[in-house]
T-cell receptor, first 113, second 114 residues
Framework: GAGVSQTPSNKVTEKGKYVELRCDPISGHTALYWYRQSLGQGPEFLIYFQGTGAADDSGLPNDRFFAVRPEGSVSTLKIQRTERGDSAVYLC???????????FGPGTRLTVL | KQEVTQIPAALSVPEGENLVLNCSFT??????LQWFRQDPGKGLTSLLL?????REQTSGRLNASLDKSSGRSTLYIAASQPGDSATYLCAVRPGGGSNYKLTFGKGTLLTVNP
């Protein structure tokens, strides 16, 4: 079956602009996660959704970052007033539930100029 | 706070060599440990997942071991091939609350030369 997909694969934007990153999880997976991977680092947890609700958003770096999952499937990570430090690969993962293995998508590489 | 360290940061070997990648973690109260492969510009591919009650897992030329009490895991790659060149990441899943948060190391960049 289809794996986790993320769009766009690459996004280049200018400092101060707004961006949206999309994640399509594996069908039937109720748990969805966002991670951020900066250059030379391992991925770091941002937020976890169980169904439609954000069960844990403790990893979001500040209030410029927001994520939604309105129908319990597709999720969108939204970043306002982007800064150069936001440049990273944003990875999405999904799992049957929070106890099961997480399957990762290919990521979106965000570059803020 | 859990910290995961991977040694070495980079490794270059000739084709055919057997090699070992190391991962250490500071909090032994883990649910499981997972090894991933990441190709340049790509996402993460899961290689092996070891539950906290297990000592090792094998898949083809790969063998991962886990010593939870000492906070260590190793990934053994037998008869390395140029196609094994990638970054290898180790991630631990905590055993307590919030046990969905994976904590990753920075990875080992492996280059296998033909």
């Amino acid at each position: 079956g289809a794996g986790v997909s993320q769009t766009p694969s690459n996004k280049v934007t200018e400092k101060g602009k707004y961006v949206e990153l999309r994640c399509d999880p594996i069908s039937g997976h109720t748990a969805l996660y966002w991670y951020r991977q900066s250059l030379g680092q391992g991925p770091e947890f941002l937020i976890y959704f169980q169904g439609t609700g954000a069960a844990d958003d403790s990893g979001l770096p500040n209030d410029r970052f927001f994520a939604v999952r309105p129908e319990g499937s597709v999720s969108t990570l939204k970043i306002q007033r982007t800064e150069r430090g936001d440049s990273a690969v944003y990875l999405c993962a999904s799992g049957l539930n929070s106890y099961n293995e997480q399957f990762f998508g290919p990521g979106t590489r965000l570059t803020v100029l | 706070k859990q910290e995961v360290t991977q040694i070495p940061a980079a490794l270059s070997v000739p084709e055919g060599e057997n090699l070992v990648l190391n991962c250490s973690f500071t909090d032994s109260a883990i649910y499981n440990l997972q090894w991933f492969r990441q190709d340049p510009g790509k996402g993460l591919t899961s290689l092996l997942l070891i539950q906290s009650s297990q000592r090792e897992q094998t898949s083809g030329r790969l063998n991962a071991s886990l010593d939870k009490s000492s906070g260590r895991s190793t990934l053994y790659i037998a008869a390395s091939q140029p196609g094994d060149s990638a970054t290898y990441l180790c991630a631990v899943r905590p055993g307590g609350g919030s046990n969905y948060k994976l904590t990753f190391g920075k990875g080992t960049l492996l280059t296998v030369n033909p």
